[in-house]
């Protein structure tokens, strides 16, 4: 009943494929722009909607004793991926595509064969475009579906774009991702050429804040402070062992 | 894990050498500090100091950026992060061995 119930919601909630196809063989074509509002605010509308389902189904399975299945935490990405493929192809070859390939970049959880062509189109299509800057963002979340393709095209534009503006948001996004992956030197390296590239302050602002969070914990740099208590709730420093070797462990009995 | 940290804690016992934790059992609660003191005993024994992770907010875990446990960060005589995640035991006294080395050369100059 449940699924029923959830995938009328989600039929409801997403008129907007159906109105643009219309309206492309009646030649008039929705405002591609107004279309993504439309696109984004149904996912989230859905997405809530799912979030709620799934607490409900989580406390009622609690109270029975009984296991959620697996499915239930899958987020109803699905349609909203296809509607934005569609979208994409109606656009194809003009910037207006990009956004929908950005959406699917960013929502897609497990659409594997709609992230590997979005990235594929934006590479081929859209790489020297300058709408590119706006989703070269999510290049990285798709590591898992399309890492190799991701990873190439996300450097092209951080290497290469003839916008500074369009190379630095791909280099901070590149950084982001060394920097999660533990490559500091690349992560600093990126940064650094951002900090050459751009006088824009917000950019500069993010930059200096990935360069001071990636050298903080980075091997060859000082330690941050810790300020503590013991298990028993005595106060003590890490800078209290200055002198000595130190050898920290993140642990627990469990 | 624990028996070979213990056996380090021991060896090194005269030298400037110091293992500290970041215990994430949650020993401010009555149940977590429960945990703690039925577990630490025997094999398992702990000898050495462990701040309370949650005991800062951010939690210490989350401001080091610890994703997995056990982590392991090395930290030389001048507070300098010298290596992570080293694991193997032969590996673990190498670097160590030179890291202590290198306070007591300091420390005599």
Not at chain 2, 22 to 51: C, H, I, P, Q
């Amino acid at each position: 009943m449940l699924r029923h119930a959830l995938a009328a919601a989600l039929l409801l909630s997403i008129p907007v494929g159906a109105v643009a196809q219309s309206d492309a063989t009646t030649g008039t074509q929705q405002d591609p722009q107004a279309a993504y509002q439309a696109l984004s605010k149904s996912y989230a509308k859905a997405m809530s909607v799912w979030q709620d389902e799934l607490e409900a189904k989580i406390k009622k399975a609690q109270e029975a004793g009984e296991r959620v299945p697996r499915s239930a935490y899958a987020p109803p990405s699905g349609d909203f991926v296809s509607t934005a493929q569609e979208h994409a192809k109606e656009h194809a070859g003009t910037d207006a595509a990009v956004p929908f390939l950005g959406f699917i970049l960013k929502n897609a959880t497990r659409e594997r064969n709609a992230v590997k062509w979005a990235v594929k189109t934006l590479a081929s299509e859209h790489v020297e475009s300058n709408a590119i800057g706006d989703v070269v963002d999510y290049l990285p979340k798709v590591s898992r579906m399309a890492g190799r393709t991701a990873r190439s095209l996300l450097s092209d534009v951080a290497d290469n774009h003839s916008n500074k503006t369009v190379r630095v948001k791909a280099l901070l996004a590149r950084a982001r991702q060394s920097g999660a992956a533990d490559k500091a030197d690349d992560a600093v390296a990126d940064l650094e050429v951002v900090m050459e590239l751009t006088t824009d302050a917000d950019l500069l602002a993010e930059a200096k804040d990935a360069l001071a969070e990636v050298r903080k914990l980075a091997i060859g740099t000082v330690a941050p402070e810790i300020d503590g208590v013991d298990v028993n709730g005595v106060k003590f420093k890490l800078s209290d062992y200055r002198g000595k070797a130190v050898l920290l462990d993140f642990w627990g009995f469990w | 894990m624990i028996p070979h940290e213990r056996s380090l804690v021991e060896k090194w016992k005269d030298r400037p050498f110091a293992l500290l934790g970041v215990n994430s059992d949650n020993t401010s609660t009555e149940k977590g500090m429960a945990t703690y003191k039925a577990k630490n005993t025997g094999d398992l024994s702990v000898t050495w100091r462990s701040f309370r992770n949650e005991s800062n907010t951010p939690n210490i875990s989350d401001d080091w950026r610890v994703r997995g446990w056990p982590t392991l960060y090395y930290i030389d005589h001048e507070g300098v992060i010298k290596h992570k995640n080293v694991r193997g035991e032969a590996e673990m006294e190498e670097v160590l061995e030179e890291m202590i080395a290198a306070a007591e050369a300091a420390a005599k100059k």
